[in-house]
């Protein structure tokens, strides 16, 4: 049961999305088959529809189970988008930004997205991926190598560098289970020993952003088919966090919410909420 005032507001939130899918089909560019980011890219000649742009306006269409209500044409413009971002020679997929290529989690995150939407699709790359055309990166040699990259990342500021440290996935996922293990053991063995005991957090920085850090890497054990450990510390640092602490970013309070609904740590009504709170749930 919902209160009176939060169903208001509920109703009130609604009332701002009821033309959103035709601001999203507005960001679509027949030309290049891919969507811009926002309204006013599409007037700026720097600005062109980008991977990760494109990538979720379908994750909304696919979300909103909108996929199969695709044209062909524009299926088919979608597919030629992304096979044309690969580069033949490393199977990597970049915009026409040139700093792209400069940023490692950039790149993963690229790659990620571009095989998951090709999928989707129904569709191949054009080149073979990184795994087979041997330019995974250095890294990924061997196990020991990858646990000194582990360490060299910076957590300073947890939400990049935990960013940084979950786009490993990309290429974990491109593995063979057999040989993902030992990296995958690695992984799992470093992060629990750097997982601050009393919080449950990874990393430096405000609670806000340590939070968003450990939202990073929740997905990353999601990912690899484990739970997060100190789940329950998390989870009573981020009710915390979101209780006392001041959000000056809507980022700052998109991930905890994900972290929350990601089902983090088994709530039980009345552990680490007030008694009012714990009845505004029945």
């Known amino acids: ?107 993963a995150r690229a790659l990620g997205y571009c095989t998951n939407v090709l999928q989707r699709l129904g569709a191949e790359p054009l080149y073979p991926l990184p795994s087979l055309s041997g330019r995974m990166p250095d890294y990924m040699v061997s196990p020991e190598a990858f646990t000194e990259w582990l360490k060299s990342v910076s957590l300073a500021n947890s939400w990049r560098g935990c960013d940084y440290l979950s786009s490993c996935w990309m290429y974990l996922s491109q593995l063979a289970e057999e040989a993902r293990k030992p990296f995958r053991d690695a992984l799992f063995r470093y992060l629990s020993s750097i997982q601050d005991p009393e919080s449950g957090l990874w990393g430096e920085g405000c609670l806000y952003i340590r939070i968003s850090g450990t939202f990073k890497l929740n997905i990353l054990y999601e990912r690899l088919g484990e739970r997060a450990p100190h789940g329950e510390r998390i989870y009573r640092t981020l009710l915390h966090c979101l209780r006392n602490d001041e959000a000056l970013d809507m980022c700052w309070v998109r991930n905890p919410i994900d972290l929350l609904a990601s089902g983090i740590a088994e709530v039980k009504p009345g552990i680490w909420m007030s008694s009012s709170a714990s009845r505004a749930l029945t």
């Open 1 to 107: 049961m919902i209160h009176p005032p939060a169903e208001q507001t509920l109703q009130a939130m609604d009332a701002l999305f009821v033309h959103y899918y035709d601001w999203l089909a507005g960001q679509y560019d027949p030309v290049t088959g891919g969507f811009y980011y926002a309204r006013s890219s599409k007037t700026m000649p720097e600005w062109t529809p980008d991977i990760e742009s494109s990538a979720q306006a379908l994750n909304i269409l696919i979300r909103s189970g909108l996929l199969g209500d695709i044209p062909p044409s524009m299926r088919e413009r979608l597919v030629r988008f992304y096979q044309q971002k690969q580069d033949p020679l490393t199977g990597y997929f970049y915009d026409a930004d040139p700093n792209m290529r400069k940023d490692e989690v950039m790149v």
